[in-house]
């Protein structure tokens, strides 16, 4: 590998974002999972919700929510129901197994070498990138 050390900050982001990323989507695979999924869970952990109410949350179409709800339901992580309020929506439900699963991903995330453990100070670096991304 060449010497990273005289890499410019922004390059040396770049690169450990694409080979972390690239390490927990192989993860997440493992769990048959997607980022998108996760994300999912994420924000079904909070309590149900409707599939627009978590499309809008996971910044992305009804159509692309109901695929992964789909996905998510045939790997027994989310279940689906007639909305109490109105019958004629459907409510989207994190399942025993889809918290166990959550829960497994994000203590990965903190203490695996290859993944983000190998950070010295993890809860300083994600407020740091936090801070990146709330400049925009």
Known sequence: MPDIDSWPT??????AARLVEGRFHEFLATHGLTHAGLIALHHLAEGPL????????????????SRTIEHLRHAGYVSKRADERDRRRVS?????????????????ERTSEQLLGAVDDYEQFRQQLIKLISIA
């Open 50 to 65: 409707t599939q627009r109410e978590l499309a809008g949350l996971c910044r992305v179409t009804d159509q692309t929510m």
């Open 92 to 108: 989207v439900n994190i399942t025993e197994t889809g918290t166990a699963t959550l829960a497994l991903a994000h203590e990965a």
């Open 10 to 15: 922004g390059r040396l982001l770049s690169v």
